[in-house]
């Protein structure tokens, strides 16, 4: 032997043997076992006397009538990758091996595979199990939603009588509140059943034909007033190779494009909204669309995405608290884009604003093919005449370009206006813009925001009219003229 190698001994092999997780058994080649691992000993109940049996007894099913045939069972052996070994007790299980028949070298390992089997049976009955308790909560969700509509339905009623009776000052603000969270009551219920018909898989799509343009129009429509209430712009712009006249779900298509509208309005305070809609292909009938709704909000960061389109996630508690939600609108818009067989992508960064992009395929509508003659009529559609405006957005927040200058002018011409019809939550919001507007400006001009907004908030008509007054002569004089 030369220096240096290694001897490796039977004895060497019987102790990591010892150590394996399957079944070996050593064997001679007339079937005498010359040795059992400790898991042999262990599965198969014999301890040391095992080897004072023969494979035959270990393998009777596939073995019994090799047995007496010499050395023919030797092939037998080397052939079978499964069959059922007998424990001392004559109780069996199933194994997976493989065998070594090689000169003196006669070896079997074999994986007792009971317990897999049984693990993937307890798989199945979990399935089974899971799957009916998603059928009983679904039913549970649909029962429970449609009760939870008819009350809401009946209080919005009575409020829109009361309402129309002629109610007035102080009864008619209240009124209009409650009319308000029974719309957010309503919102919720469909977003909550809409969720379960999705993960249920209950959902089916409509195909009709529908006025793409208008649908982009009434999205926007609904969005409005909030986009106007906090001063912000929106644009909108769509490819005129768009065909007026599409196949698909309007009402699951609006809902889309209104969830993410929605959150953009949400979250901005200062800025513009922007949708860009393009083709992408068209092949015959079948058209992709792509749409980008943006925005120079609040952004979300990285972290952030990763728990988005997820249901009830929204990204962080005190987002929950001070903006709402069931943070179910993302999870369910992001199903229904799949639906359409789109994807939906997020592009932000803190503090910057948010992009969402998706894709969706929809048919044109073959007798309406080419007929765009009514798309100038809509209101919101291609508005992006300013857009120049707002290609250094980044600006707006570094005092004293004229970005930041006119957004501040806006703001405060917006604010003066709220303080005197008295909307003091509107006003609230503007006074606090104007101070994040005034973020790198002077000191004295952002104590004079600071105060402006306290008093604001307290709603002292006279005192925030003098505070404001204050400002805009501190940052007329400051900014000097630009
Ligand atoms: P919700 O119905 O509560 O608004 P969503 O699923 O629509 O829930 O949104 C989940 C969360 O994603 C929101 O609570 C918010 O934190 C974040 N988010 C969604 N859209 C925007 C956006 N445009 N800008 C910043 N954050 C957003």
Redo the contacts with the bound molecule.
């Keep these: 032997m030369e220096q240096g190698q290694e001897t490796f001994q039977a004895e060497d092999f019987y102790r990591l043997a010892d150590v394996a997780l399957e079944i070996i058994v050593r064997f001679d080649r007339a079937g005498n076992i010359l040795y059992g691992n400790r898991q042999a000993k262990e599965d198969l109940g014999y301890g040391e006397e095992l080897t004072k049996i023969s494979l035959f007894t270990l393998f009777p099913a596939e073995l019994q009538q090799e047995e007496g045939a010499k050395e023919a069972f030797l092939d037998k052996v080397a052939e079978m990758g499964e069959g059922m070994m007998y424990r001392k007790n004559g109780t069996c299980f199933p194994v997976r091996m493989t065998a070594v028949v090689d000169g003196p070298y006669c070896l079997i390992f074999a994986i007792n595979v009971a317990k897999r089997i049984e693990t993937e049976r307890k798989l199945v009955r979990m399935k089974e199990e899971m799957e009916e308790t998603i059928k009983v909560r679904n039913e549970f969700v649909a029962n429970v939603t449609h009760e939870l509509r008819t009350p809401v339905n009946g209080i919005r009623g009575h409020v829109t009588n009361m309402l129309e009776a002629g109610a007035t000052g102080e009864q008619k603000r209240t009124l209009e509140i409650i009319t308000r969270c029974c719309e957010n009551m309503s919102a919720i219920i469909t977003?909550i059943l809409d969720f379960s018909k999705l993960g249920a898989g209950k959902f089916t799509l409509e195909q009709k034909e529908f006025n793409f343009y208008q649908m982009v129009n009434h999205a926007v429509e609904t969005n409005i007033m909030a986009i106007n209430a906090k001063g912000l712009h929106i644009m909108v712009n769509i490819d005129k190779a768009i065909p007026e006249f599409l196949i698909g779900d309007e009402l699951r298509l609006t809902q889309i494009l209104n969830?993410?509208l929605?959150?953009?309005v949400?979250?901005?305070s200062v800025g513009y909204i922007n949708i860009e809609v393009t083709k992408t292909v068209q092949f015959d009938d079948e058209i992709e669309l792509f749409f980008v709704v943006s925005?120079t909000?609040?952004?979300?960061s990285q972290e952030?995405k990763d728990k988005?389109?997820k249901s009830f996630?929204?990204?962080?508690a005190s987002?929950?608290r001070k903006?709402?939600?069931?943070?179910?609108?993302?999870?369910?818009?992001k199903q229904l884009v799949e639906l359409m067989h789109g994807s939906i992508h997020l592009d932000?960064e803190k503090g910057k604003?948010?992009s969402?992009s998706y894709s969706v395929r929809l048919h044109v509508a073959q007798d309406k093919k080419g007929e765009n003659s009514v798309r100038g009529q809509f209101e919101f559609i291609n508005q992006n005449q300013d857009m120049s405006k707002f290609e250094n957005i980044g600006e707006i927040f570094h005092y004293g370009t004229p970005e930041n200058v006119g957004e501040l002018r806006s703001k405060m011409e917006k604010l003066v206006l709220c303080m005197e019809v008295g909307a003091w939550d509107r006003a609230e919001t503007f006074s606090h813009n104007i101070k994040e507007l005034l973020e790198e400006g002077p000191q004295e001009l952002k104590k004079a925001a600071f105060r402006l907004e306290m008093n604001v908030r307290k709603e002292k008509y006279d005192k925030a009219m003098e505070q404001f007054s204050n400002l805009k002569g501190l940052f007329e004089e400051n900014i000097g003229g630009i």
């Design positions: 977003n969830n993410l929605s959150n953009a949400k979250f901005t925005d909000g609040i952004g979300i952030e988005l389109f996630s929204q990204v962080d987002i929950t903006y709402g939600g069931t943070g179910l609108g993302l999870a369910i818009t932000s604003g948010s969402f």
